[in-house]
């Protein structure tokens, strides 16, 4: 089913990249994917180099270096366990822009990238790397925020606003699901109870049942007083939920849900991977 996956990891060396390299790797063992760890070369790298006492001649001999030396603690942890390869790759550019035309070029299936979550989406959510890398690519993106460190998933939570790409969406989630016998709860978060949403919860759960070959899946709609963002939060909480899921399309439900409540204070998905669909 996947055969030939690809992996696309932007590296920085900061706290929230290497996080996501562990979380690439691990994903390219079920996977069996070839994992790319991609460094776009900035000036804020190299002037954090230069104070180190380094000249620019031998800035770029470092970072290779760095860089080979994180590709071989991969291949020593994830090849033997089904990783099928991991590369270096360094190309100079505009960061975001140049990490989604390698992607694109290589016919990445998955770019994994750190973030520094809170901070990051809040403090200035339109301009951070974060965002416009997830508004622009046509890749499926998973955000890994800084304090957040690898462990088994054992709960995806998919927030669904009742798409036709659902249908297709989902199979992506169950098949992450299987790799580590998980549950899911695909969930519809309603900041009223409206009985068109029972409805349409119904018709969807009619919809996609015969179509999802898989147990460890709930069907879960929600109201809350706040907005959806906010209930969706409430319910990450409540739930357990290890890993957020959403399908990102245009004027969707995904992009309403940041830019309504990122300004109203939502901090605790934001510490949960985020993984946004962008193929179903």
Same mark, same amino acid.
């Given at each position: 089913?996947?055969?030939?996956?690809?992996?696309?990891?932007?590296?920085?060396?900061?706290?929230?990249?290497?996080?996501?390299?562990?979380?690439?790797?691990?994903?390219?063992?079920?996977?069996?994917?070839?994992?790319?760890?991609?460094?776009?070369?900035?000036?804020?790298?190299?002037?954090?180099?230069?104070?180190?006492?380094?000249?620019?001649?031998?800035?770029?001999?470092?970072?290779?270096?760095?860089?080979?030396?994180?590709?071989?603690? *991969?291949? @020593?942890? %994830?090849?033997?366990? $089904?990783?099928?390869?991991?590369?270096? +790759?360094?190309?100079?550019? !505009?960061?975001?822009?140049?990490?989604?035309?390698?992607?694109?070029?290589?016919?990445?299936?998955?770019?994994?990238?750190?973030?520094?979550?809170?901070?990051?989406?809040?403090?200035?959510?339109?301009?951070?790397?974060?965002?416009?890398?997830?508004?622009?690519?046509?890749?499926?993106?998973?955000?890994?925020?800084?304090?957040?460190?690898?462990?088994?998933?054992?709960?995806?939570?998919?927030?669904?606003?009742?798409?036709?790409?659902?249908?297709?969406?989902?199979?992506?989630?169950?098949?992450?699901?299987?790799?580590?016998?998980?549950?899911?709860?695909? *969930?519809? @978060?309603? %900041?009223?109870?409206? $009985?068109?949403?029972?409805?349409?919860? +119904?018709?969807?759960?009619? !919809?996609?049942?015969?179509?999802?070959?898989?147990?460890?899946?709930?069907?879960?709609?929600?109201?809350?007083?706040?907005?959806?963002?906010?209930?969706?939060?409430?319910?990450?909480?409540?739930?357990?939920?290890?890993?957020?899921?959403?399908?990102?399309?245009?004027?969707?439900?995904?992009?309403?849900?940041?830019?309504?409540?990122?300004?109203?204070?939502?901090?605790?998905?934001?510490?949960?991977?985020?993984?946004?669909?962008?193929?179903?």
């Amino acid at each position: 089913m996947y055969n030939n996956f690809k992996i696309v990891c932007p590296v920085d060396f900061s706290e929230c990249s290497l996080n996501a390299i562990e979380y690439a790797a691990k994903l390219g063992e079920k996977y069996q994917a070839t994992l790319y760890l991609f460094h776009v070369p900035n000036k804020e790298d190299y002037q954090k180099l230069s104070s180190n006492g380094l000249m620019v001649g031998d800035q770029y001999s470092f970072i290779n270096k760095k860089l080979g030396n994180l590709v071989q603690t *991969v291949k @020593v942890e %994830s090849i033997p366990l $089904g990783l099928k390869a991991c590369e270096a +790759q360094i190309k100079d550019g !505009e960061i975001v822009e140049t990490i989604l035309e390698f992607a694109n070029e290589i016919k990445a299936n998955l770019i994994i990238m750190g973030t520094e979550g809170v901070n990051d989406f809040k403090k200035n959510y339109i301009g951070s790397r974060s965002a416009d890398l997830i508004g622009k690519s046509e890749i499926d993106v998973l955000m890994i925020p800084r304090k957040v460190f690898f462990k088994v998933p054992r709960k995806f939570v998919y927030a669904t606003d009742y798409h036709d790409e659902d249908k297709l969406a989902i199979q992506k989630v169950v098949q992450l699901a299987i790799f580590y016998d998980s549950e899911i709860d695909m *969930v519809h @978060v309603s %900041s009223r109870a409206r $009985g068109i949403d029972k409805l349409t919860h +119904q018709s969807m759960i009619s !919809e996609l049942s015969p179509l999802i070959k898989y147990e460890k899946i709930a069907f879960v709609l929600k109201t809350y007083r706040d907005s959806p963002g906010l209930g969706l939060e409430n319910y990450l909480i409540s739930a357990k939920g290890d890993i957020l899921i959403t399908l990102s399309k245009k004027k969707s439900w995904f992009d309403q849900l940041f830019a309504q409540n990122l300004s109203k204070k939502m901090s605790y998905f934001i510490n949960k991977p985020l993984y946004v669909i962008k193929q179903p």
